[in-house]
């Protein structure tokens, strides 16, 4: 009696649990049934105190399915078929030391007599291999985010059918997903749905099986294809389709009573559905023919899908196997290759350097690791190639050795002048970027190196003026330095019988030249000779002529910048016979000379003149007014 008062205490306990939780459970009360209705109870009693533990730990479930092998008919004419039930779970705990809900010890298949849609069996199977699984992302150098555990859970057990022409439908489904799902509505309340289609069984037909897992996450912004296809034993033709997961159960009911075909389908977030599966550009799609899926997920989050493959054998349906799946898409950092950086500047014109012919150039380029947030800057390794470096060449290579991001490569080259070397040639850089995974990463990049004829740039004759009796002292500027085969200077004089040299000067660096024997009124001009590769005469300055006045100093430069004012003179020693002067200034950049002030008396021996702002140096020309 006292046996009995505790076990009545735990039935009346328990049925009251599962009588208010339970709805499927209330079919106990109407059954006359006492042995039937105590199977019942016995299976409500599980329930209810699975439940009771449940309700706060059953979002768990990411994705599996349901496939199947055939293995042919016994002595009794049944076929047999091997069913394989694949689950995974989120394994993390939920809070540290509460692990989320293990994998049911033991699982209820039912299955669906297609041609009546009436249950003809529910078998109980264990499970068979509970394995915590190596996660892998799309990208194999990204780790898996913080946290983040799978578990794969697999039920096996062998079936026997009765003969039957439209099949079987075999279902399994549980509660919950995880409510941090992106894309369906209320992911915490809602669970999963496996199934598998058995067509005629005088086929003896073997569901497709897919060939890969899909990755547990992905990256953000990053276009990631996979293949989804399967293989089919029979050689079926198969055909692939993004579909709806199915949807079982709740949280106060998390193992569901069997139902058959057709099944519900989670609820698609407003702005999710068979059009927006995920937040992707472009969203996710699955190629019919081969399988192949695709998309560049442009959002973070958990998103749930399924992936149908249906089985046709001479063009009739023969079944369907649904893959219910969920994708994490994560940000990834991200390892660049290295990459070459060109110096700027004239002699730089695109991917092309170029060098002149018997002038010393050289260039540095930069070798750069940039890589994106959170990812260190990584040691290079690189080597710049070329017929350039060698013999009769011998351009020269210069390699820093910190193998930090930037290295330093400079080349330097002199091509010489005879005879011309090389127009084009070409340089190979490899850079390999050593801390990338899976193993190095490469990225190479290729520059012509060009060889022109030196330029000759031409002088500018900056002032003449009088140092005595036919002494006339003459100064130049050139805006660059002399290039590379600079020959000579050579400076032409017109004394009113035409134009000759009058001397040439072999210093790069000379500016200035007195002209003793200059004659009355002379003009000069001056320009620049190279030989390489062989002798050319530049272009000529602007010609500038002494005044008929000799003795008058006709020139004189201001070299201070931020001079307001700048006062020339000059020295007439003999009595004036002209009525004045007239005064002339060039400005920097211009190439000609402005009047800008007459002087009616000719005993002046200075004049100043107002500056413009920040206009130095300036150049002045003095003439004399005849009377």
Known sequence: MHKNRIGFFFFSKVRSIVLFENPACREIQNKPNMAHAKGLLYRCIWLGISMAVLATQARHLVGGDMTYRCLGVDAQGQSRYEITLKVYRDCREQSPGQPNTPFDREVSIAVFNNATLQQTLE??????????????????????????????GVYR?????????????????????????????????????????????????????????????????????FDHSATDADGDSLVYRITTPFTAGSPLDPFPLPMPPPYPQVTWLGGYGT????????????????????????????????????????????????RDLQINVIECPINYPPQVSLPSGPDVRGDTLVFYQGELACFDLSILDINGPGVKVDSIQFSVTGEVFSAPYNASLTLTTDLLSPEIARICWNPGCNPLPIQYSQIYISMTDNNDCPGPNQAFDTLILQVLPPPTPTPELTCIRTTGAQVVELNWDLQVSPPGGFDAWIIYRDTGTGWSPLVTLSDPD??????????AAPCYYIAMRTVCPVPVIGSPSDTICLSSKPEVNLCQVTQDPAAAAATISWTFNDVPDFSGYRVYRRLPGSQTFTLIAELTDPTLRSYTDVLPP??????????????
């Open 123 to 152: 078998f109980k199977t264990r499970l068979t291999d509970s394995t915590i699984l190596s996660l892998r992302g799309s990208d194999p150098c990204v780790p898996p985010p913080p946290g983040l555990c799978y578990a794969e």
């Open 157 to 225: 057990d062998t079936i026997t059918l009765a003969p039957s022409v439209r099949g079987y439908t075999l279902e399994w489904g549980r509660c919950c997903r995880n409510e941090t799902i992106r894309n369906i509505f209320q992911p915490g309340s809602a669970g999963v749905v496996f199934t598998a289609s058995i067509p005629n069984t005088t086929l003896c037909n073997n569901s497709p099986a897919f060939k890969n897992a899909l990755p547990t996450y992905i990256c953000v912004n990053d276009l990631f294809t």
């Open 275 to 322: 059009t927006n599966y995920m937040d992707g550009n472009p969203d996710i799609t699955l190629d019919p023919i081969s399988g192949n899926m695709e998309v560049r997920p442009t959002q973070l989050g958990q998103y749930v899908f399924s992936v149908s493959v249906y089985e046709y054998r001479n063009g009739t349906l023969l079944s369907e196997i649904k």
């Open 510 to 519: 000379q500016r200035q030249y007195t002209d003793s024997s200059a004659g």
């Open 614 to 627: 920040g206009a130095g140096p300036v150049c002045y020309q003095l003439s004399v007014q005849d009377n």
